[in-house]
């Protein structure tokens, strides 16, 4: 069975620098045609906040441009997010996502996209 643990998040000043952490069990990283990272703020809709494609593609929204880096070591089966100048508005629960699909025509940074979903962790940016 596939899980999705995310780890890292916490409270900090604006401007302050978090590094998200997604740890992969029960189905191989390299397995995995696009992983990512979302955010749902209270009250909205969760959106996408970066994805890396299995040939190193990586996506990133305008909101989170030259802030957010995606990475990954396939090696240690985890997936990371280093968010820097962090802004009071990137407060949100953060999810990490995966799914094995090709899905050539489908937004990449869409919440229908992925089939597996972490429980998410806070990241709070006070100003």
């Known amino acids: 069975q596939v899980q999705l643990v995310e780890s890292g998040g916490g409270s900090v000043q604006a401007g302050g620098s978090l590094r998200l952490s997604c740890a992969a069990f029960?189905?191989?990283?390299?397995?995995?045609?696009?992983m990512g990272w979302f955010r749902q703020a209270a009250g909205k809709e969760r959106e996408g906040v970066a994805v890396i494609f299995s040939d190193g593609r990586i996506i990133y929204p305008d909101s989170v441009k030259g802030r957010f880096t995606i990475s990954k070591d396939v090696a240690k089966q985890t997936l990371y997010l280093q968010m820097n100048s962090l802004k009071p508005e990137d407060t949100a629960m953060y999810y990490c996502?995966?799914?094995?699909?090709?899905?050539?025509?489908?937004?990449?940074?869409?919440?229908?996209?992925?089939?597996?979903w972490g429980q998410g962790t806070q990241v709070t940016v006070s100003s």
């Open positions: 996502a995966a799914d094995w699909r090709v899905l050539p025509n489908t937004q990449p940074l869409g919440v229908p996209r992925f089939s597996y």
């Open positions: 029960g189905y191989s990283y390299m397995n995995y045609y696009i």
